[in-house]
């Protein structure tokens, strides 16, 4: 089978196509041939060698396809059945052994390029507005990166909830995509930041702050939140925070500071089909769109790298084997 390799922790360059045995499903697992495959920012921590993972490795963590065997032990999946998955090791690559715990069904009418980015991104939409701070019909949030995969899906999610969102981009284009996604305002990063975001709040600050972008944005989004706000920290697209001093949160308003993670908001099957199916049910209603920004070939995964990295992309992307 085709797959992209890191042997090497590095830049893009480091992901190299190559053919390696088929995989078969062991006991719990489905074999899986993929139709799409998601590229996520933490597809970069691992590459870098910022998350540990031993060398050499198949890319990837997400995708969707068709199940073409089924390993023993498995009683609730099929062989012809469309499935997607976030949570398997090595999906940059044509066959993939999924765990049967972690993959789910993809209804009729999701494509499968929508299936294989909206788990990851949409699932942790989901934690963060219903999980992480709950945001109710009349709050203000602020939603860094507006017009990327997950800022455009938390935007919509949190709007049709009747929750103002203000969000955060980089240029004209993005904004036009953020203010279509339901955003009330939409501003640049900058270092007057913080204090834009309290003229739209008369003073008082924002409820929450979904953070995904991280060392750059960190000191504007405590700065916005309103006394006894949330930040909820769940990614560093821009490098992780240097080391904090808790006593600030004291100071600025008796602030939290959460560090989430979307293993930990699905720990079991349960709550993993609970996230998956409102967000693909979403999706098959037309209530949620799932914005696939760019496609690539499976052997130009570092040029995926390269454009999510230097945010030459909006919304998902995929990979196509």
Known sequence: MRAITVTEFGGPEVLRPAQLPDPTPGDGEVLVRTEAVGVNFIDTYFRTGAYAVDLPYVAGNEGSGVIEAVGAGVRDLAVGERVAWCAAPGSYAELVAVPAAVAVPVPDGVPAEVAASALLQGMTAHYLLNSVYPAQP??????????????????????????????????????????AAGASEVLRYGDDLAREV???????????????????????????LRIRGT???????????????????????????TR???????RDRDELLWRSGDVFAAVADGSLTIRV????PLERADQAHRDLQGRATTGSIVLIP
Request: aromatic share 6%; glycine share 14%.
């Open 260 to 266: 989430p993670t979307l293993a930990h908001y699905t």
């Open 138 to 179: 009349g709050d203000t949030v602020l939603v860094h990166a507006g017009a990327g995969g997950v800022g455009l899906i938390l935007t919509q999610l949190a709007a049709a909830r009747g929750v103002r969102v203000i969000t955060t981009v980089s240029t004209d284009e993005k904004e036009q995509l953020s203010r």
């Open 231 to 257: 930040l909820a920290l769940f990614g560093a697209a821009s490098g992780p925070v240097p080391p904090f001093d808790p006593q600030r949160l004291n100071a600025a308003g008796s602030l939290f500071l």
């Open 293 to 296: 920004g760019a496609q690539y």
């Open 198 to 224: 309290r003229a739209l709040t008369a003073g008082e600050g924002v409820a929450a702050v979904y953070d995904g972008v991280g060392a750059s944005t960190f000191e504007a989004s405590l700065a916005s």
